[in-house]
């Protein structure tokens, strides 16, 4: 492993980096990328057992190549990956060129997120471990001097507009036992609406954020009655300057964060059936584990913060360190599900486009919602990023 990981970064210092640009008049075009390469040995503990594994996800998951192309105040951008094949495509037009007053339509970025830090698991940047997740969605989004505001288009059976789980919620809420037929389809009432508002100066950057959407459970057999769940959150981040030195912060609440897929270390609200692909988001067993339909889908509340800390030496070494911590509770939930990460690296800029950042994580995934303990996850390793 050693030796794989010595000859990937060898690799990648001695291929150049490039960065196509041209322009013709009023039309430019510029080609950019994000190569990564990592490589992490996982210690985990579970409540019984302990695995030890050697892992790579960030070259198939976060690796990029993208392109813009621009005449005048309009610009497309077309993002493809190896995981997702089209990771970001989106329409921008620049009101009278001003680069803080525009409208994008197109699968980009959500607003209504911060996070950083961690680079393990694919550069996880401590979502659900105290962070929300930046997911790329179906949108239009319309911004002025700072502020942001999105409709995030629902996604009708999965496909590019989705990334773990469906935009809409999840495919099939529960299955006949008997029949095996479903029994509640879910569908998006709302596209939802997120916002943000980001200030920045010379040695701070503060943003706040917020979301809501309303998706319907109905149930085709009249088994249970129809319910309409709110997933909303609320939250702030940014970043403090003092010299070369950095302070990173986020902090956040909200409610059925699992249905806009901005979080995903819910225990017992995602329950599988035979068919992977069918899950459910309802209570669906009695104490003795038998199935109860009569049963309702209880509202999960969430909240999280993050901080990190950093410094830069010689514009060359950036060591970090940073703590998260994320808590979900409901009506349903015998106990708090909670879970807490640290990580400590440091970014060693060896040149402009080249980077390699070591990196030793601690994840206490804490109790579950019935209050069993779930044990930890230790990781070690490194990430390799060629950026142009």
Request: glycine residues 12%.
């Amino acid at each position: 492993m050693k030796k794989a990981l010595f000859s990937l970064i060898m690799a990648f210092i001695t291929v150049p980096a490039f960065a196509v640009e041209f322009e013709n008049g009023d039309f430019k075009a510029n080609i950019y990328g994000e190569i990564y390469g990592d490589a992490f040995y996982f210690n985990n503990h579970s409540s019984d057992t302990v695995t030890n594994t050697f892992g790579s996800q960030a070259f198939v998951g976060s690796s990029l190549l993208g392109v813009e192309l621009s005449y005048g105040n309009v610009t497309g951008t077309f993002e493809a990956g190896l995981g997702d094949p089209v990771r970001r495509f989106f329409m921008t037009y620049r009101f009278g060129g001003n680069e803080n007053h525009y409208i994008i339509i197109g699968r980009d970025t959500n607003i209504a997120t911060y996070s950083f830090g961690m680079v393990s698991n694919d550069l996880q940047s401590l979502n659900d471990l105290g962070t929300l997740a930046d997911n790329r969605r179906l949108q239009v989004k319309y911004g002025i001097n700072g502020f942001e505001i999105a409709v995030i288009m629902p996604s009708l059976g999965g496909g590019w507009n989705s990334d773990n789980t469906d935009d809409t919620g999840y495919k099939l809420s529960a299955v006949d036992e008997n029949t095996r037929n479903a029994l509640y389809t879910p569908f998006n009432v709302l596209p939802r609406v997120e916002l943000g508002y980001t200030y920045t100066n010379d040695s701070l950057e503060f943003k706040v954020f917020g979301a809501y959407g309303a998706y319907m459970y109905s149930d085709n057999n009249k088994i249970a009655s129809d319910k309409v769940f709110h997933s909303y959150n609320i939250g702030f981040g940014g970043q403090a300057d003092f010299g070369n030195s950095f302070l990173q912060f986020t902090g956040w609440y909200g409610m059925n964060l699992d249905l806009m897929d901005s979080l995903g270390n819910y225990k017992s609200r995602v329950v599988s059936v035979n068919d992977n692909t069918k899950k459910m988001s309802i209570f669906l067993t009695n104490d003795d584990g038998s199935v109860n339909y009569d049963s309702q889908a209880e509202n999960i509340q969430s909240a999280g913060m993050a901080i990190g800390l950093g410094h830069t030496f010689n514009d060359m070494f950036t060591p970090q360190i940073g703590v998260g911590y994320t808590v979900n509770f409901g009506d349903g939930y015998a106990q708090m599900d909670d879970a807490l990460g640290t990580y400590l690296n440091c970014i060693i800029q060896i040149t402009d486009w080249f980077s390699i950042t070591p990196e030793v994580a601690y994840i206490d995934y804490m109790q579950d919602s019935s209050g069993n303990k779930e044990g930890y996850e230790i990781r070690a390793g490194a990430v390799a990023a060629v950026i142009f």
